[in-house]
């Protein structure tokens, strides 16, 4: 029998859950007391791991003075303020301004409308196109969906945006004759810098650079989708600083609070934001009740401190999951190993689907998240240890193996 509450990304009708109660570090609990290593950090969020006090602590006490109050004109509060502040002194971008929403998906479709809106300031009202990527994920929003390129994301949704185009993921080639074809009419380019849900795809060499020159000479702004990759998963605080291309606007959530609180954003590039701010009458009409969640805010606050502490954490942990996973390769049920810093996608051979390995791996107490029809994902907290990491290579060789 099924409950009241229905499930995201699942099917209505099942029946039966994993009860998660309590995690400290790394590692998860159920309700029957089952120990479980986290190697997903839930859905990519909970960087600084799970069980921080410092960030429960930090979000009591802000509840205890002041639980929420909106940011609409003509109201603040410090949180916002100081959450802003700090994001904007860690982003590889220079005088950025932050706007403050509660998910992913808000700050891509914030970063998308922000984005048509700054051409219209700017001059430039014919410029509404934004190109994506194959392969690309960007919530589930109606513009983080017109946006996507994974094609079952998008169906049984009837019309979707007009004017968001797809181009093949990997090929610059395809990028340009999409900058041609819409002469003078390109908005943005949307991109996420290392394409994770898709199955975690880096980008080619070269490809975030030629991206970053045909936004450069057609006008356009560059988008980076950081949701995944911004604290720490690469390493750096940005994805950006990794590949050392400057994007115009920048999405962020899951690891601005590591998930203890609802929080995302989209960091701004002067290009953006001073067309923005030159008309003093200009009023931006785009907001939510919850941006800059006071408490929300203050995890943020709490959990980028944290994380000063973890920078690099991602480099350690992708070269023992990657040494791990590579000698898997050897009988062929791994056909191939994708990632960078601390997250990867493991293409499975043989008889056996993604969903069904993964079972095998939670029977073992190991989470990992099957995408597609023949990947396998990993992305652990940047506190997991070396004897946690190889007790995941070891769960996925026996999965594997059975």
């Known amino acids: 029998m099924t409950g009241a509450l229905l499930h995201p990304f699942a099917s209505p009708a099942r029946t039966e859950w994993i009860d998660v109660v309590r995690g400290d570090g790394a590692l998860i609990w159920d309700s029957n007391g089952k120990e479980y290593i986290d190697a997903t950090a839930g859905l990519w969020y909970c960087n600084a791991g799970h069980g921080r006090h410092e960030i429960v602590e930090a979000v009591t006490a802000q509840m205890r003075e002041l639980e929420a109050y909106h940011l609409f004109d003509p109201f603040t509060n410090p949180r916002a303020e100081a959450v802003a502040e700090r994001i904007a002194g860690i982003t590889p971008v220079e005088r950025a301004r932050v706007f403050l929403c509660s998910s992913g998906s808000e700050a891509v479709d914030s970063a998308m409308k922000l984005a048509r809106l700054a051409q219209v300031c700017s001059g430039h009202p014919e410029r509404t196109v934004i190109i994506s990527r194959q392969r690309g994920y960007h919530g589930t929003n109606y513009g983080g969906t017109s946006a996507q390129g994974l094609p079952p994301n998008k169906e049984g949704y009837g019309e979707l945006l007009a004017e968001v185009i797809q181009v093949d993921a990997d090929d610059s080639e395809s990028m340009s004759r999409a900058m041609l074809e819409h002469e003078g009419r390109v908005a943005a380019v949307l991109t996420e810098p290392v394409q994770g849900a898709a199955g975690v795809y880096p980008p080619v060499p070269g490809y975030l650079e030629e991206t970053r020159r045909l936004c450069d000479q057609h006008g356009a702004f560059l988008i980076f989708d950081e949701v995944i990759t911004a604290f720490g998963r690469l390493g750096p605080w940005f994805a ?163």
């Open 240 to 402: 950006a600083d990794h590949f050392g291309v400057l994007p115009d606007l920048t999405t962020f959530a899951k690891g601005v609070t590591s998930g203890y609180q609802p929080l995302g954003g989209v960091v701004l590039a002067p290009a953006v934001h001073e067309p923005l701010a030159a008309d003093p009458a200009f009023v931006l009409r785009h907001g939510y009740t919850y941006s800059g969640h006071p408490a929300a805010c203050a995890a943020g606050l709490a959990n980028i401190d944290l994380l000063e502490g973890l920078l690099g954490e991602a480099v350690r942990i992708g070269a023992q999951m990657r040494s791990g996973f590579e000698a898997l390769r050897g009988d062929g049920a791994i056909e191939e190993v994708r990632g960078i810093g601390a997250m990867f996608g493991l293409r499975i051979g043989g008889p056996r689907t993604p969903a069904e390995v993964r079972d095998r791996l939670h029977d073992r107490g190991v989470i990992a998240r099957p995408i597609g029809t023949d990947t396998l994902m990993f992305s652990p907290p940047l506190v997991i240890t070396d004897e946690q990491i190889g007790r995941v290579v070891d769960a996925v060789a026996g999965a594997l193996a059975d």
